[in-house]
């Protein structure tokens, strides 16, 4: 399972929960919202934030396949280029 995906699942019930909870608690209307509305821009400040992360990872594992697919690349050229002298030899 991807992190993605266990993130995404992890804030669903965690904001989920809080909506659950806030709207059974015995409070006056106008606060639970207020506190529902809150912790609603909270956790999705936070899901923003591990998305970004996610983000670079990713951009990261990205740079680095690239680098290694140039490397392959060069790789395959030198045999390429080896495998043409020799069949000019034949």
Same mark, same amino acid.
């Given at each position: 399972?991807?992190?993605n !995906?266990?993130?995404l699942g992890l804030v669903t019930a965690a904001v989920a929960g809080a909506v659950i909870g806030l709207l059974l608690a015995p409070e006056d209307s106008k606060k639970t919202?207020? !506190?529902l509305k809150k912790k609603t821009n909270s956790?999705?400040?936070d899901?923003?934030?591990a998305l970004e992360k996610s !983000?670079? !990872?990713a951009v990261d594992?990205?740079?680095k396949l690239k680098k290694e697919g140039?490397?392959?690349a060069g790789e395959a050229g030198e045999y390429v280029d080896s495998a043409r002298e020799q069949v000019g030899n034949l």
């Open positions: 399972m991807s992190t !995906k266990i993130v919202f207020r !506190k956790l999705a400040g899901l923003i934030a !983000k670079e !990872k594992a990205a740079g140039e490397a392959y």
